[in-house]
């Protein structure tokens, strides 16, 4: 059984708390590779964004100063 602290005291958990902190540990590692793969979706898309602005004939330095505020 995993130990607990609570108020200073040490016990183990309950086979329910146990299984509560599994289902939480597993959420939080969906969560995590969700925003990973957000992060580099968004990456890839300012990428394939830049690479269409440049085949339209744009220069790069058209491309940043249409992007940067």
């Known amino acids: 059984m995993t130990k607990i602290q609570i108020n200073n005291t040490v016990r ?10 599994d ?3 597993a959420n ?4 995590a590779e969700a925003r990973v793969a957000a992060e580099a979706e968004k990456a890839t898309n300012k990428t394939n964004g830049n690479q269409k602005l440049l085949d339209l ?3 790069q330095a058209e491309v940043d100063a249409l992007i940067s505020n």
């Open 23 to 25: 289902k939480d540990i």
């Open 57 to 59: 004939g744009l220069t």
């Open 28 to 31: 939080e590692i969906v969560y």
């Open 12 to 21: 183990d958990m309950t086979a329910e708390e146990e299984a509560q902190r």
